[in-house]
């Protein structure tokens, strides 16, 4: 079986986040780390591999640095990496990022597609379910747990009031819950070999059935109108009193606000 | 194609087991003001199986035109033949705008209709306006008038982008449920009720339901409440949730969570707010032993009201809390329970 699984390097939005004297967000000065999501479907898939025997290939899209994240997968036990990277592909939407991961697979053979939902910097959760229509594939999005049976995928599917089990013939995407399972540490061995390993890279060139048209910032639908720092509403009073002046506080506020 | 061909006002009318969400209800009452700013109408789209009768109920809430898709294919959600309907119902009637709630569905089927209609499509929408683009006229390009202005959180809620589609239609959108508001409701109101089936031929992409399990659960929807205690990680054990239940009883309002909460397996992830939980905005929110980490924030700020009770005085709840109370909650809410008993007592 091959797997391929498709993952992100994005600023790790929990360890704060840091702005540059304009109001940017500098994301220079954040750690990376690998989405979590696209972490779950990289556990995933190695664990089909361990149960079934599978080569999984990891691929991502961005800055030529973006390699780092797939060494990070190969220490946990990917077996081959590329990285699709080139300037005509920056300022991609969902859209365009899409066309271009869907026209990287097409070099590829494979029965399993997996991404992760979604990833933390954009939130979107597109890129999965369009990489699966521009492949002509059957797509099961937010999987909570993964079987093979035979050539299809049996896929436990989160809804907001419970769940779907599915089946879909293979070859087709999945893409996965951070809440999946719990992935593996990179091994001393696998760091070792990971560094060492041979990194794949693609350009443009090498994108198949891919109309210039639909590449990079023009060939995104959605153009950014205007981008700014959240503003938040701003803090009210607070307050510093024993346990029953707390209460009266609180209690007289909401007779104020006529809630009591 | 040019682009003025594209007419009106469309929204993904959501339904599950032949009951509408309420998403569907936000979406039609937002498109309605869209509507106005256009000089246009707001068309439902109505997709399953045996759902007809439900386009009265979509009228009520201001539809001015209902499309049904009706097939048995369509009886559960499945993204293709969801798909298909939607991408078939826009290659036919060619809307300016198309509307779907960002759910587990519509989170789903927008980017496949989307991708499959070849437009843009602008994630976890907040707020929605009809304007120009460039918002400012910049020399050199066309300034487009009448544009949808999508405008989303970005970066765990850091940062807000607004977005627009200005060359491609329809402009697509997903939007955050409990965020627009619904019409009131207009017993008897008609809509003009259109029925179209492009089809429906299982092939590879239509993938097998095996089982549909819904969780069992009376508990009810926290997007509905007027007063919600929530409770964080400082709230310190499941059997400690008590006391906020208690608090909530007094006071008529019903118990949230934080993430983390979720997270260490106290409570189911039904109560959630945040970012990856629901978006509340009730008249009162109380959020006890919640250190007010931006995701959560995300999904609570827009409260009338909001209380914040923690022993750590720099938490960032403080920041977004009309009244902060810097305490220990195990000896401030079982207190201020039985103050509110009393005070609804004397009443």
New interface residues.
Partial sequence: MKIIVCIKQVPDTKGGVQFNPDGTLNRAAMLTIMNPDDKAGLEAALRLKDEYGAEVTVLTMGLPKAEDVLREAMAMGADKGILVTDRVLGGADTWATSTTIAGAIRNLEYDLIITGRQAIDGDTAQVGPQIAEHLGLPVISYAQDIKIDGDSVIVKRQYDDGYHMLKAKMPCLITALSELNDPRYMTPGGIFDAVKAEITTWGRANLVDVDDANLGLKGSPTKIARASDKVRKGSGEKVNLDAEESVKYIVDKLKDKHVI | MGLEEYKGVYVFAQQ?DNVLSNISFELIGEGKRLAKDLDTDVTAVLVGSGVKALADELAAYGADKVIVVDDPELK?Y???PY?HALASVINEYKPEIFLVGA???G??L???V???V???????CTSLEIGD???NAIPGQEQKHNQL?MTR????????????????RPQMATVRPGVMQKLDKVEGAKAEVIEFNPGFTPN????????????V?DIKDIMDAK?LVSGGRGVGSPENFKLLEDLAEA?GGQVSCSRAVVDSGWKPK?LQVG?TGKTVRP??YFAIGISGA?QH?AGM?ESD???A?NKD?DAPI???????????LN??VP??TE??KA??ANK
């Fill in positions: 599950v559960n499945r993204t293709e798909a759910t587990a569905i989170r789903d927008g980017p496949t989307s991708a499959r070849a437009t843009g499509l602008t994630a976890d683009f460039p918002i202005l959180p970005a970066f765990g809620g850091n940062t807000i982008a607004t977005i627009a589609c200005p060359d491609n590879n992409r239509y993938v097998e339901i095996l089982e549909v399990s819904k969780a659960s007063i006071i039904e970012q008249n009162v931006i924030v700020e009201i909001i209380i009770i005085e403080f920041d977004v809390a009309d009244y902060g109370v810097v305490g220990d000896k401030i207190a201020l103050a509110i005070e609804i």
